[in-house]
């Protein structure tokens, strides 16, 4: 069946530029969370939507970091003013219900040059 | 297309017991294969192994690569409740694009 899918996948942009990272979760799919991932290291959580609800966003690292999530299926993450420090992949995950059996997208490998 | 297979899919242990979870791959372009350990929000990272028959250990917790055989085992000796959570085996690969692929996970249980 259909899982979760990220677009675009690989994504290089310019110093200063914005971008726009989607997730469509599975369908059904009540909670989605984004992650980012740096090369080497564990994904680090960034916010988290029940439905079209933003319940968490304790993990955007700036106010350049924006995510939206309007009719409670697809997602977007927006980071503005992009910076090298960016630079990592960005999973996206959907589950049922709750914080368990989370399902994984592919990511977006983001590149800030 | 690329897929990742974890057995079992969930298991009950009870404090003291030795468990061995499984992984294995069909991937194109291997770039590395990654252990995970979700209780709440991010998972855990755990191991990352890219060569073959190199063990990794950390505690209680060590794991094996066989890339000829394509998968690779997660130990825990003297399970503790605190190592209930569901374990994630991701592969990484180079294909355009194609970043991570997961596993449905492992869903270990331990019974004080």
């Known amino acids: 069946g259909a899982g979760v899918s990220q677009s675009p996948r690989y994504k290089v942009a310019k110093r200063g530029q914005d971008v726009a990272l989607r997730c469509d979760p599975i369908?059904?799919?009540?909670?989605l969370f984004w992650y980012q991932q740096a090369l080497g290291q564990g994904p680090e959580f960034l916010t988290y939507f029940q439905n079209e609800a933003q319940l968490d966003k304790s993990g955007l690292p700036s106010d350049r970091f924006f995510a939206e999530r309007p009719e409670g299926s697809v997602s977007t993450l927006k980071i503005q003013r992009t910076q090298q420090e960016d630079s990592a992949v960005y999973l996206c995950?959907?589950?049922?219900?709750?914080?368990?059996?989370?399902?994984f997208g592919p990511g977006t490998r983001l590149t800030v040059t | 297309e690329d897929k990742v297979v974890q057995s079992p899919l969930s298991l009950v242990v009870h404090e003291g017991d030795t468990v061995t979870l499984n992984c294995s791959y069909e991937?194109?372009?291997?770039?590395?294969l990654l252990w995970y350990k979700q209780e709440k929000k991010a998972p855990t990272f755990l191991f990352m192994l890219?060569?073959?028959?190199i063990e990794k250990k950390s505690g209680r917790l060590s794991s094996i690569l066989d890339k000829k055989e394509l998968f690779s085992i997660l130990n825990i000796t003297a399970t503790q409740t605190g190592d209930s959570a569901v374990y994630l085996c991701a592969v990484e690969t180079d294909n355009y694009g194609q970043n991570f692929v997961f596993g449905p996970g492992t869903r270990l249980s331990v019974l004080p």
């Open positions: 369908s059904g799919h009540v909670s």
């Open positions: 991937v194109t372009n291997f770039r590395s």
């Open positions: 890219t060569s073959s028959g």
């Open positions: 995950a959907s589950s049922l219900s709750g914080y368990h059996e989370q399902y």
